[in-house]
Structure formats: C-alpha cells, structure tokens
C-alpha cells in the first residue's frame, strides 16, 4: 500500500532556532517528492518540488533533502520566525498515471514560539 | 499567488440542503481537482477534471458531484448535505504536460452541516 508517513506529528520551537521535519514514504513507482506549507484554515503552499535525480533543494530557509534509495526526506527550516507556524505536508507522486497520482502525508504541526 | 478562489469561504447549513461549492482559476490551467481534508488528517482526492466536460471520481467515495463546463471553472455540489459531509474543501489547480507539474490550491470552504 502506498503510504507516506511523516513525524514528528507536532514540533513547537523557540524563534530562531533550526528544526527539521521527517518524511518517509513507500509509494512506488516515484516520480517526485512535494512540501508544501499549510497556514490555519488556509490551502497549502508550495514550498520544493524534487525528482528522483535530485537530492536536495532550497528555498530561502526552507531546505529539503530526498534520498529515493531509503525513500526518505527531510525538511530543514533555519532561523525559524513566527511565521513558520504552520502545518507542512509530504507529497509524493507516482508515475503510474497521467495524473501523475498525489499521496499526502498527515503533515507535522509546527509551533513557533516567541 | 496562485490565482484560484474558492467561495464560500466558511458555510453552516442544516441537514438535507443542496449546496454548492464554488472553484475557479484564472491561470488557463486545464486539469483541476476537489480535495477533502479533517483536521490534523491527509488531504483525500475527491474528485478531478483533465478539462472540459471531462470528470473523474477520485480515491475517497463522495457523495458530492461536480461539472466542467468551462475551464476556468469547477463547482462541487451536495444533492442533500448530511452532519458526515462537515469537513473543509480544497480546491486545485494544475497545467503543463510535465508529470512534475505543480498543484495550486485555493484557500478552501469549511463547510459545517447542522
């Protein structure tokens, strides 16, 4: 069964500091691996998208890391700030379709506290 | 900022009502989906478009139905809302032929059925 699994489940955080979040996944075949960042009661954001040939990728502070080998990947968030908080989601596509299929972890809740 | 917007934004109904949902997009994307998503829970396909008068049930069984007349445009209705159906609806967007395309999301209807 496809699944992606990420932890922890919730994280809260001093402002400033780093953190990172976990995702694993066993969806297969594998076409690329999504985060993306959802505010309360808001649609989730894109934050990297990356293929298999890729293993890492940066956006500003956010810099996620992919090895399809274990299928894992990583989600580093540096010098948080307040408005981090937020819920941020693992993707991961397959290649089984046209439709290029989405698997959707739970998401880890991230706190930012001042 | 993706251009897609979902009306409305918050909904209280009372059971056994007709209610649409309102998704449209100004990017000329051609494929568009319906996602349902419960707090702290993955974000469940519902339904998806290729493009005009083109629609797809997704992975989670749905009482809602939905119409593709015009690109631009992808309404979700429920026939007769039940207390089952409360949850939030997100809507997406998606264009270009690559199989890494990216999924824009409007900032979704929480809908609460009395």
């Known amino acids: 069964k496809n699944q992606v699994e990420q932890s922890p489940q919730s994280l809260i955080i001093l402002e400033g500091k780093n953190c990172t979040l976990q995702?694993?996944?066993?969806?297969?075949?594998?076409?690329?691996l999504r985060w993306y960042k959802q505010d309360t009661g808001r649609g989730p954001v894109s934050l990297t998208i990356?293929?298999?040939?890729?293993n890492t990728k940066s956006n500003g502070r956010y810099t996620a890391t992919l090895d399809a080998d274990t299928k894992q990947s990583s989600l580093h968030i540096t010098a948080s700030q307040l408005s981090d908080s937020a819920s941020y989601i693992c993707?991961?596509?397959?290649?089984?379709?046209?439709?290029?299929?989405?698997?959707f972890g739970r998401g880890t809740q991230l706190t930012v506290w001042p | 900022e993706a251009d897609i917007y979902q009306t409305p934004r918050y909904l209280v109904i009372g059971t056994g009502k007709k209610i649409t949902l309102e998704c449209s997009q100004t990017m000329g994307h051609d494929k568009m989906y319906w996602y349902q998503q419960d707090p702290g829970m993955e974000l469940h396909l519902i339904h998806y478009s290729y493009g005009v008068n083109s629609t797809e049930k997704g992975d989670l069984s749905s009482e809602s139905t939905v119409s593709r007349i015009r690109t631009e445009h992808f309404p979700l209705t429920l026939e007769s809302a039940r207390p089952s159906h409360t949850s939030q609806y997100l809507c997406?967007?998606?264009?270009?032929?690559?199989?890494?395309?990216?999924?824009?999301f409007g900032p979704g209807t929480r809908l609460t059925v009395t």
């Open positions: 993707v991961v596509s397959d290649r089984g379709s046209t439709l290029g299929r989405l698997y």
């Open positions: 997406a967007s998606s264009g270009g032929l690559s199989v890494a395309y990216e999924q824009y």
């Open positions: 995702c694993n996944y066993t969806v297969s075949p594998f076409s690329n």
């Open positions: 990356m293929t298999f040939s890729e």
